[in-house]
């Protein structure tokens, strides 16, 4: 009685009352707050306590006293951090030797100039599979000849196209793993005569990958890996130095590899975030897991969108992306999106709005989203489809 007399009087001169009162108003039973799925295709979801240990080392990193945001990139401090995310991600994704990994600014826009100015000599071989493929492709022709060797533009992006022949004289061929806008993705590495390049922004850390196939793989962090600012690129060191032309030493990969990814400032909190989220990934068992889990949610949904005759999705069965579902209602059923997406949303299902250029909806589901969201959205869907049916 006591002891507990004492510590009240403690947090009470302290003014700590209020504060356990607000906390008990907000946790308790009678009014908690509606849990939220973010399906947000990017900047996106991550797992909860990447976003806490950010918070905490924007306020005070280590005990230090210090923001890390406060901190220099060359400190004793920050180093260690950068070394740790690149070896991780090696790490994650059994990077072979002769490849090194860089940590930039910039975003995945940055890398569609990038990849061309330090690879493509005469000529390169490119894929389209959509909005991003064709920013890269525009960006490649400033620098040689490109020869698109396929496009699935004539079905709207609904699918990957499989047989096409790629110049076996091309510098590289550039694929566009994973279709954010139009929900398709190329589940396995391609085969391919000639190096890939692949733009894996928003499915890298969601499977194995061979990166052996790859002279380089990049894409900007805000969908799968960090907050924006940063992006990331898996680069071998000996398909450097052939282009045959001056590069500007930002654009160099070589110049970064040289500096150890700091050249220049690099985007310091985005990078210690990524970290975080690379230690999660380890701890849940990888990227061998994050691939299970993403087929496990994709599946709830959708087998929903199969099965609910309101719903439909955009994408071949085959090419289906696990990250970014897309779907859209069914014919006769159109002026119902707006008042779905109203639902969804009041029962904690938030951002599935699809992209301006396909409409509908997008359920982006990364590795942060955990298997009852995909769940609580399959079940939003299917109380829809009963009030609209009754
Ligand atoms: C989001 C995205 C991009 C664009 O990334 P920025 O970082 O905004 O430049 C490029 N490619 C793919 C596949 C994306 O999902």
């Known amino acids: ?216 793989i990049y894409g900007g962090a805000q969908k799968n890996l960090a907050q924006s600012g940063l992006s990331f690129a898996i680069v071998k060191e000996s398909a450097l130095g052939r282009a045959g032309r001056a590069i500007p030493s930002i654009l160099d990969y070589g110049v970064h590899i040289a500096n150890g990814s700091m050249f220049n400032t690099p985007p310091t909190l985005p990078i210690y975030t990524a970290l975080c989220n690379l230690r999660w990934v380890r701890e849940q068992g990888g990227v061998v897991e994050m691939a299970r889990r993403a087929e496990e949610r994709a599946a709830v949904v959708y087998d929903e969108i199969e099965r609910n005759s309101l719903f439909m999705a955009t994408a071949v069965e085959e090419d289906r992306s696990y990250m970014n579902i897309d779907f859209v209602m069914a014919p006769g059923y159109e002026e119902l999106e707006a008042p779905f997406v109203s639902f969804a949303s009041e029962r904690g299902v938030v951002a599935i709005k699809g992209h301006r250029s396909v409409g509908g909806f997008r359920a982006s589901c990364y590795n942060a989203m955990p298997l009852e969201g995909a769940k609580v959205l399959a079940a939003c869907m299917r109380e829809f489809e009963k009030n609209v049916k009754k």
Request: proline share 6%; net charge negative; hydrophobic share 45%.
């Open 1 to 216: 009685m006591i002891i507990v007399l004492r510590i009240n009087e403690f947090l009470l001169r302290l003014g700590c009352i209020p504060y356990i009162f607000l906390n008990f108003a907000l946790d308790n039973e009678f009014c908690p707050p509606m849990k939220k799925y973010n399906f947000n295709a990017g900047p996106s979801m991550l797992p909860r306590e990447v976003v806490e240990k950010t918070a905490q080392a924007v306020l005070d990193y280590d005990g230090m006293g210090l923001s890390l945001m406060e901190l220099s990139h060359r400190s004793a401090e920050f180093k260690p951090i950068l070394d740790e995310a690149r070896l991780l991600l090696k790490e994650l994704l059994d990077v072979p030797a002769g490849y090194e990994v860089l940590f930039l600014g910039g975003g995945a826009s940055m890398h569609f100039c990038m990849v061309p100015f330090n690879f493509l000599r005469s000529k390169a071989a490119y894929l389209n599979t959509g909005t991003w493929s064709t920013k890269a492709i525009k960006e490649a022709r400033l620098f040689g000849e490109v020869v698109e060797v396929a496009s699935s533009a004539d079905k709207a992006f609904s699918y990957i196209p499989k047989d096409f022949e790629v110049p076996a004289d091309a510098d590289y061929l550039h694929v566009t793993s994973n279709n954010t806008i139009y929900g398709t993705q190329m589940r396995h590495d391609p085969d391919s005569p000639v190096p890939l390049v692949a733009d894996m922004s928003s499915d890298i850390l969601s499977r194995p990958v061979d990166v052996s196939k790859y002279n380089c």
